[in-house]
């Protein structure tokens, strides 16, 4: 066996084709698009529908349970929502939490927001909350070091998983 070891991370050239290939509509966020997709929800990978809000999972997660929550209607800061997208919003965190701890049993949570470019939003015009388990083992050399992720589990494994322990 060679000194090289390799990581496949399959999903990458994906990822890579997808934000550099041109958008027929640059208007339109990748949340947008998936929601008028007309795709069942076990493949968009959307969690809950409300009213005002839907949940659905990190398509490039930095972990397996990565949860993005956020308002149908594309607003890009916190001060655009109304009154019932930002309290339905929240509600929806809470929920999110709660499948996560059901379904991982974390040792804890990450729950964030990146706000405009510079903060790091990859969708800017699309607010959304990220909820992510966390493990105090689950720090490694990986990322850091190859620029990788390792997931142990499929999209559409995580999926049903939380959606099973999404609460009523």
Do not use: C
């Not at 990581?7 to 934000?19: C, M, Q, T």
């Not at 809950?48 to 972990?63: D, S």
């Not at 470019?117 to 190859?146: C, E, I, K, Q, Y």
């Amino acid at each position: 066996m060679s000194g090289i070891e390799r990581l496949w991370a399959g999903w990458r050239s994906e990822y890579i084709d997808a934000v550099t290939a041109p958008d027929d509509d640059a208007r339109t966020s990748v949340f947008k698009r998936i929601l008028d997709s007309g795709l069942p929800d076990s493949e968009t990978h959307i969690l809950w529908r409300g009213p005002q809000t839907f949940a659905i999972l990190n398509r490039f997660p930095y972990i397996s349970g990565h949860v993005l929550v956020m308002p149908y209607r594309e607003v890009g800061d916190v001060e655009g929502l109304s009154h019932a997208e930002h309290a339905e919003m929240w509600g929806t965190v809470r929920s999110a939490v709660v499948a996560i701890k059901s379904a991982y049993h974390p040792d804890g949570l990450n729950i964030g927001m990146n706000l405009g470019a510079a903060a790091g939003a990859g969708v800017p015009g699309h607010l959304h909350v990220h909820v992510m388990p966390r493990w105090s083992a689950d720090s490694n050399f990986m990322t850091a070091v190859a620029e990788t992720r390792v997931l142990p589990e499929a999209l559409p494994a995580t999926w049903e998983k939380l959606r099973n322990a999404w609460p009523a």
